[in-house]
């Protein structure tokens, strides 16, 4: 089956350590998103990438960094200079960069003690 | 600056009608989109809008009126299945990324 994961699901951390967010795709898409996601709120893009070892910020991407060495891969760190790390993390991708329709996995919970 | 408005919560009775608006104010438009979210899972692609009008995908209806920066989404014959959160989505130019309304809770109730 094609897909998108995130592991784990749930991730504990304490302050000041950083963490890295999982996010496999073998859909052969392009483009690859990471979005947070805060109780009762929309979702705020962190970093995208259009292409394999091409990334850009998006509008929240202080305290984050990513890379993309792998078409199917697009890992999330979460460092210690992230204020508020505690929330929803979303993986998503698309076939082709600005496509109407993202395919999201099911999330990272990340909880910073 | 760039906007989405969406209402919070809608309430509404299994098999009547629902519509959550969208209002939206970007810098430019390529297009609205409209995602389902359960409590804690992933968001889902429900529909897409590029000229203005009715798309219609099963119980599922999204309208769009570009020179009004409004649309909605029309969910008909409501199920208990459709309680989540719908969020409207805009991209501001071909190739661009998506931005995101806050999202609308809809609970249905018996």
């Known amino acids: 089956d094609g897909g998108i994961t995130q592991s784990p699901k749930y991730l504990f951390r304490k302050e000041g350590q950083n963490v890295t967010l999982s996010c496999e795709q073998n859909l052969n898409h392009d483009a690859m998103y990471w979005y947070r996601q805060d109780p009762g709120q929309g979702l705020r893009l962190i970093y995208y990438s259009q292409i394999v070892n091409d990334f850009q910020k998006g509008d929240i991407a202080e305290g984050y960094s990513v890379s993309r060495e792998k078409k199917e891969s697009f890992p999330l760190t979460v460092t210690s200079a992230q204020k508020n790390p505690t929330a929803f993390y979303l993986c998503?991708?698309?076939?082709?960069?600005?496509?109407?329709?993202?395919?999201f996995g099911p999330g990272t919970r990340l909880t910073v003690l | 600056g760039q906007s989405l408005e969406q209402p919070s919560e809608v309430t509404a009775v299994e098999g009547a009608i629902v519509q959550i608006n969208c209002t939206y104010q970007?810098?430019?438009?390529?297009?609205l989109s409209w995602y389902q979210q359960h409590d804690g899972g992933a968001p889902t692609f429900l529909s897409y809008?590029?000229?203005?009008g009715l798309e219609e995908t099963g119980r599922f209806s999204s309208f769009l009126s570009r020179s009004d920066s409004y649309g909605y989404l029309l969910l008909q014959e409501l199920q208990m299945k459709d309680s989540a959160s719908y969020f409207c989505?805009?991209?501001?130019?071909?190739?661009?990324?998506?931005?995101f309304g806050q999202g609308t809770e809809l609970s249905v109730k018996p």
């Open positions: 809008n590029g000229l203005d």
């Open positions: 998503a991708s698309s076939i082709v960069p600005g496509d109407n329709e993202q395919f």
């Open positions: 970007t810098s430019g438009f390529y297009g």
């Open positions: 989505a805009v991209r501001q130019n071909q190739g661009g990324k998506l931005i």
